[in-house]
């Protein structure tokens, strides 16, 4: 079977390398690298139970996403990559007051109870907190995820896809135009046509471009986010993820970097312009939380567009009227922690296999 993936970000690099574990796949990948690709800016939370999500289904989804990153990393890890930032550095769930701790804990507490990857979830107090993350202000309390990670999602990216390639898939850089003989999709790159029995379009927040020549469409909007990246003094390797009330969180990555994010604009298109406004949210908000950011050095501030489903749930499965597309997307703010397991059920559908998720609740509507 020869499968064409469009879009290589987190989703069409799992597709990729889900794929490639089976010989008989010949697979080429087409990746545009958009400005704004959102799996270049994302923050790299993975701690899908302190989520706010409160569909159901939306949540399996998530949790399951999370749970899948243990067995990813170690087949990874078999392979030779290694080098993509996963850890698990725990997360604080913060609190002001002692009701909103009762509320998270409420949140929390049964999503963990069965659930030993989580590891021990406790209350801890403001001087354990200042001692893992010691630029953040006083009076804080929180409850403690030990099983809370964060990940370079570009760097996973990259590591599957040359896991991909070394099994023999081709990669592509340039813009799939994606057009159709009847029901039957046809994909090109530079004018020429590519071989498909199956086109899977994971093309994140610019899929209805990509399947606008063939009159569809399917409810995904983009969403801006601008995140910052700081450079501390102190050795921030085990710093664990900050997720306050909000939608703003910090985190730390190994080489003395501190990330703040984010902006969650929406109606503002595929502009990646970095804003004034959006700087000062998101700093207001960083220093505010951790004063002790304030002699950081400013490394760059990176902008993404998330692909926003109408739903709120990712979007996995055959786009209807045609009958050799796939599509993979509307992963919303979530996506490095769903992207991973999204692309092994959108694989296994592409091999005619049943997924290990039932996929009925996060079926494809076209417009
Ligand atoms: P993308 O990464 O955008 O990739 C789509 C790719 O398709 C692009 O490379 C694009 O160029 C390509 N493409 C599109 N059309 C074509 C075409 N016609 N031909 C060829 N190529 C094409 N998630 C979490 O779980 N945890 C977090 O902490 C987190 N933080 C985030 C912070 C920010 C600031 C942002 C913006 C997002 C964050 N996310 C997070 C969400 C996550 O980053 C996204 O949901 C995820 O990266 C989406 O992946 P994707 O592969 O669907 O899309």
Redesign the pocket.
């Known amino acids: 079977m020869r499968v064409v993936i469009?879009?290589?970000?987190?989703?069409?690099?799992s597709v990729a390398y889900h794929l490639s574990l089976n010989r008989d796949v010949a697979i080429t990948v087409?990746?545009?690298?958009?400005q704004?690709?959102?799996?270049?800016?994302?923050?790299?939370?993975?701690c899908p139970c302190a989520s706010k999500v409160t569909d159901p289904d939306f949540y399996r989804f998530y949790a399951a996403g999370g749970a899948y990153y243990r067995p990813l990393v170690s087949a990874l890890k078999e392979k030779g990559e290694t080098e993509f930032g996963y850890r698990q550095v725990g997360a604080l769930v913060l609190a002001d007051t002692d009701e909103q701790l009762q509320e998270i804990e409420a949140r929390v507490l049964p999503r963990v109870a069965n659930v030993p990857e989580a590891g021990e979830v406790r209350r801890v107090g403001a001087a354990e907190i200042k001692a893992m993350f010691p630029p953040l202000r006083d009076g804080l309390s929180a409850l403690y995820i030990p099983g809370g990670a964060r990940v370079e999602?570009r760097g996973l990216?990259g590591a599957m896809m040359r896991a991909a390639q070394a099994n023999g898939a081709q990669l592509h850089q340039?813009?799939?135009?994606?057009t159709a003989e009847g029901s039957r999709a046809i994909v090109k790159l530079d004018g020429k046509v590519i071989d498909a029995d199956l086109v899977v379009v994971?093309?994140?927040?610019?899929?209805n471009?990509?399947l606008t020549n063939i009159g569809a469409s399917i409810g995904v909007v983009p969403q801006?986010?601008?995140?910052v990246h700081l450079r501390v003094k102190e050795e921030t390797i085990d710093w664990p993820v900050l997720l306050p009330q909000g939608s703003h969180?910090m985190?730390a990555f190994d080489d003395n970097r501190v990330v703040v994010?984010?902006?969650r604009e929406n109606g503002v298109g595929f502009d990646c312009r970095l804003t004034a406004g959006g700087q000062a949210e998101v700093l207001n908000f960083g220093l505010a939380l951790a004063p002790g950011l304030a002699d950081a050095t400013h490394i760059e501030t990176?902008?993404?567009?998330?692909?926003m489903a109408e739903s709120v749930k990712p979007l996995i499965g055959h786009l209807s009227g045609f009958e050799n597309i796939l599509i993979?997307?509307g992963?919303?703010?979530?996506?490095?922690?769903?992207?991973p397991l999204a692309g092994k059920l959108l694989s296994q559908v592409a091999l005619g296999q049943t997924p290990d998720l039932d996929l009925t609740p996060y079926a494809v509507r076209s417009l």
């Open positions: 469009v879009g290589a970000g987190i989703l069409g690099s087409i990746d545009e690298a958009h704004g690709k959102a799996t270049l800016a994302g923050a790299g939370i993975v999602a990216a340039g813009h799939a135009n994606i994971t093309a994140g927040a610019w899929v471009q990509t801006r986010g601008q995140i969180y985190l994010g984010a902006t990176r902008v993404g567009i998330r692909p993979g997307n992963l919303g703010a979530g996506g490095l922690t769903m992207g």
